[in-house]
Structures are given as structure tokens and as C-alpha cells.
């Protein structure tokens, strides 16, 4: 999955989600630094809620598109639209063109998708970061969120961020590609399976010896960083827009 | 359909995910087939080509469905193979029992299809004092087993060496337990044999009924398909009209993705061809061949054009070998004949949301099937269309899915509603998440929903800060 990156603009609008807005800010509040220390203005609609997808992969798909549209007016200038989550991107990116076929607001609904950026992607394909490492020798593993694999076609982006990282060693998970167990209403309706499936997640990430583990998503960071709580791992989990901000800053 | 059904879905489930054997042995088996399926499919460029020709071919193939199978069912006739039609699972079963009693047939020996196994054949013929013998190795097992296929290409995979030495030491008299995979396959050839000679019909399954020239394609490995098809004096094709394929050309692409999806395989041993009865002079062969066609459901997917795809599929089987909850839980949890994701769609269109309410919501919709179909059938947005119509949501309503609105619940539409009075508008949102940065931490973890997810997680943390809020101190503009 290919997709053409424009040039570095001036400014972007940040889309935060509403599990950053309401349980990790701090990786909002980083993804926004990042941006603005390669001289890129932010703009954040504070209008802004919910990408609709909790609905949408519920099968509420009415109030999904009514969610969805209160957003939609929210970006009108033609800059980038960057998400500190994989999943929100996809559902906005991806589905909605889907949510508003046929809709009269269908138009806008694909122009907007299509200024959609993952922020991993953004900082490194169109920002072209280059990361300066200030903090004491780390291991750590990454986790990547089905969604932007697979909707964002976002897999190697972040882990590149990382290994520019000078101080910090990457250790892969064994089953890398494998979903997490999260899928929103999922970890709740099909309780049984998704314990198995975070259960598995967590073994594997202690396996690799690392000290923390780093996801770009909010869903599945509550998930494992849950799990491992509730487990009394030794392994912590961070946002990736904060571990970054955190390692490149110096000052925390 | 009787003895399976998708009702005590998560029961099974339980079951399932407590057997440490089961979970082992799929774990290990699927590990095993995504590796060898990557090894085949490792020139990017090539996956795409393939894959969007074999796309393109089902979706000719189905865009003409009713003009094919006519065609079809004149070139079969032209050649000499009966064709026969069937509505439902009762009138195949019923049309299958007519052939077998007008050549006095005891019993019949079986390739794998399963179609046959939707139609619960087996047990539909031993009343009438007809036995059907599974002739391919897996479907051999877990007949002896009394159980039913876990997984449409490897039907026994849940089963590890040791157990299946057991199961043949237990049921075959005089055999000793051994595990040696040849020695096992040895057993099980010899009794067939004896069986294969004997029987007064073969049945078999078709992977691509080719309209242009009235071919009926049979892929396998073990050579039991050439068997069931040649050896016996009549041979009984079963199949879901959805197999049809317009061309002899379509065929090549179609089987190559199948087979490297499948297992890995670049080919497979034994690819059959049947295009007629023994002709004049022939050496062997059976005197007579049929076809009978299912629909059982199939029409109502077909008439929808989002449904549609579904029809798109060639059985490969690669989805449940990628998608993480089928190697959690394994192909019987599912109480259906197709599990894994494809069986996710397939069977609660087939037999109805009712029948199979769990069906649409046991996934991630992480997209791993998604990213496999070697078809590119769009399971994901399919468990998300069935999500709409679970809820009694669809808004498709000309062709709706049978069962539509089974999950329909006041309370899950209430908070749906909810919800987006939330998020719709800035205004009620910022209030909202303040009130719930505030309190949020007090929720008792007993509260319905919480309460699943903290049986093995903590609690979420609310901020004491939403974004929204600590945006409003940075240099950070609004608009
Ligand atoms: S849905 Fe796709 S991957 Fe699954 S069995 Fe069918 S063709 Fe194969």
C-alpha cells in the first residue's frame, strides 16, 4: 500500500481521538510538539470529538455517520489531517467514503479521507524527521496496531523512527503482525477470546526481554498496558508520540 | 441444520480455550501453514497480479451466475453428466438418496466435500441403511472420531499424532498404537481399498465447474478423489452453484492460488478433470455421472450486490489459517460447517443471524483474512455489514440477511443513541469529558461492561486533563 505524500506544509490540523483526548493526552500533547519543532504550524479544532468508529465497527452505523459529520467541517483548509492512532486514521481515512455512499455529504466526506495522516507516517515520510536520542540506554518492543498495517498501511514507519533512535535497542516481537485481542467492542463481547489473545500479546513481549513496550494506538495500548497491570508485569507500555517527545526532548 | 448450530457459541468457546492440547496443536499447525502459504507468495508483485485475475474471475464468473449455470447444465448434458438442482439441503439430500437406491447402493465411498458435509449427508443416509465412507485421510479421522471437520482443508488439524494413534488403536481392531504418520496412513489406505472395490458409488465435491465446456474440476492430494471418481460404477458430484467459472482459461489462476493459499503448495498432486461417463472403449471410469447443484441460501447472497462477494469464494481455507480468534478457538467452537472468517459470513447468511448471533461479532476486524483472500473477498466490512443487520440496523433494506435483528437490544440502542448525543455536538462532548475527567475513575469495575474487561485488565485512568484542555495552554491554534 502506496499512497503519494505531499510536500512539508506550513500547517496541519491534529486530530487527537477520543481515547488520547480522555485517557492519554500526554501522547497528544507530544504528537503536537513533535510536528511543531520541524516548524509546522498545529491547528486543533477544539470542536473536535470522535472519528465514529466505536459505532461504525459496532454495527450502529446511523449514529456512527452522524458523529462522523460533526467532524467533518472541522478541517476546511486544504492541509493535512494527523491522527495519533492508526485505527482512527483507517476508520477516517478508509471507511469513510464507505459511511457516506450515497450520502450528501459524500464529496467532502472523501476529500477530507484523503488528507488523512497516521502521525508515525507523517513525521517520517513527510516531515522527514531526523531524531536526536537523549535519554540512557532502553530495549524495547513494538507493537503495531492491525489497522494501521493493514487500513494505514502503516508497518515500518514507526519502527524506522525508532532504530533512529542512537540509544535505544529494538527488540521484535515474535508474532508481530498478530492482533492484540482489542477490536473496541470486541474485548467486551467476546471477553474469553480477547484475554486469550492479550494474554499471548503479553507472553510474547516479555519473551523479548524488553522494559517497555511501545504501540501507536490507543485501543490496543489500554489493552496490553491493562493486561500487564493486571498481571504485575515488569514490561510498561507508552505511546509511541510520547516515548518519542520523551527520548528527543531531554528534559524528562 | 440439526446437529451443528451457532446458539452455545461461546460456550464453546470456553471449552475450547481451556484445552491446552487444542490450542497447542492449532497454534502449531497454523504457524506452520502461514509460513509455507509466505514462502509461496513472497514476490509481492506477482501476489498482486495473481490475486486481482483471480479476483476478477469470480466476480465475471458471478456478475453472469444465472446465464453460466445455464450454460452449464447444457454442456454437462451434452457430455453425458446429469444435472440436477437443488433448492435446499433436503431436496439434495433426497436426490443423492434417489441415485443410491436405483443402483442399490449400500454404500458409497466419499472424496471430501463440504457441501456434503452442509448437507449432513452421512447421517442423512444411514437410516436408510446406506453407508458413506470419508476416503480422504483427515475426513477419515474424524469419522472415526464421530466428530465433524475443523477446518474446510485439513479436517482433522486439531488432532496432534498422539491422538490420532489413540483414535486408531481404539477403533480399528488389531492395530497398534504407533505414531509414525506413514504407518498410520498405510492402516487407513489398506481398509480403504478394501472399501473402494466394493462400493456402488463414489462422491465427490468440485472446486470449478467450467460452464464453456461442461468440465467439473477436482483438486486434491492423496489420490482418494481419483478413486471415489473412477472406480465406482457411479459417480456423484456435489457442489454450491456459486463454483462455476466461465472458462477452461479462468482455471489456471484460480488453482494456483488456491493451492498456495491452501497449504503452501505450488500445485497439488492429483488434479481431475471429469468431462463425462466411461466412453465406448474406455478402460475405466464410471457408467454414469451426476451433478447436483445446491442453492441452499446461496440466491439470497447472490441477489445482493454487497453480500455478493461472499460467493466469491474458492475454499482455501488461508482466512482461518491467519485469523487469530480460529487458532484461539479452533473450527468446532463455531458449531458450523465453514468456520474461521469466511465461515463468519458464510453461515450466518446461509442459515440465518438467529441461528448463529455470535457469528458477526467474534473479531477484531484486525484484517489479516482481509489482507490473505487470495479473491480479495472484503470479510471485514462483510462482519460489519452483518453487525448493522445483528443490530436490526441494515440499511440495505431490500435484501435484508436472513435473521436480521436478532441482536436487536433497547439497551444497546439506547447507548448507541447516547453516545453519538455525546460526540455529535462540541458543545455537550466538552461537557462530557469534563465531567467524566472528574469522575470517570469512580466507576465501579462491577459495571456490566467494565466488568468483562477487568477479568484480566486494570481499570482504564481517566486524565485529570482532556487534550482539549491541555491544548488551550500550548501554542496551539483552534482554527
Ligand atoms: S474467504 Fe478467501 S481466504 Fe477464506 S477460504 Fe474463501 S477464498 Fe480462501
Redesign the interface.
Known sequence: MSRTYPDKPQSVY?F?T?L???????A??AG?ELI?REGV??????????C?Q??????????AR??A??QLD?FPKNIPVVLPSGSCAGMMHKHYP?LFEGDRDYDKACELASRVFELSDFLLNVLKVSLEDKGDPLKITWHGS??SQ??MGVREQPKELIKQLSNVELVELKRE???C???????????????????DKVDDAEATGADKLISGDCGCM??IT??M??RSSDLSGQHLAEFLWERTNGDR | MGIVNGKNFKGRVSEALKDQELRGNFRKAMDGLMTKRAAQFEDVDEWTRLRALGESIKKRALSKLPELLVQLEENLTKNGIKVHWAENVDQANEIILGILQSHDVKTVVKGKSMVSEEMELNHFLEPHGIKALEADLGEYIVQMAEEMPSHIIMPAIHMNKGQIAKLFEDKLPGTPYTEDAAKLTEIARKELRREFAEAGAGLSGVNFAVAETGTLCLVENEGNGRMVTTVPPVHIAVTGIEKVVENLSDVPALLSLLTRSATGQPITTYFNMISSPRKKGEKDGPEEVHLVLLDNGRSDVYRDAETRDTLQCIRCGACMNHCPVYTRVGGHAYGGVYPGPIGKILTPQLEGLDNYPEHPSASTLCNACVEICPVKIPIAKMLVRLRDENAGNCPHGEHPVKGRGSKSSAVEHASWKGWKAMNANPTTYKVATKAMSKMGNLMPSSLPMLSEWTSVRSKPKFASQTLHDLVKKMDVKDD
Open positions: 491534529f487527537g477520543c488520547v483526548d480522555l485517557f492519554y493526552p500526554k497528544g500533547v503536537i511543531k504550524d498545529v491547528i486543533f479544532p477544539q470542536g473536535q470529538s470522535c465514529g466505536p459505532a461504525f465497527n459496532s454495527g450502529h452505523r446511523d449514529e452522524e458523529v459529520r460533526a472541522l464507505e492491525c489497522h493493514r487500513e503482525k498478530e492482533c485481542g482489542f477490536g473496541g467492542t470486541f474485548a467486551v463481547r467476546q471477553p474469553e477470546i480477547s484475554a486469550a489473545m492479550v494474554s489500554m489493552n491493562g493486561h497491570e493486571h
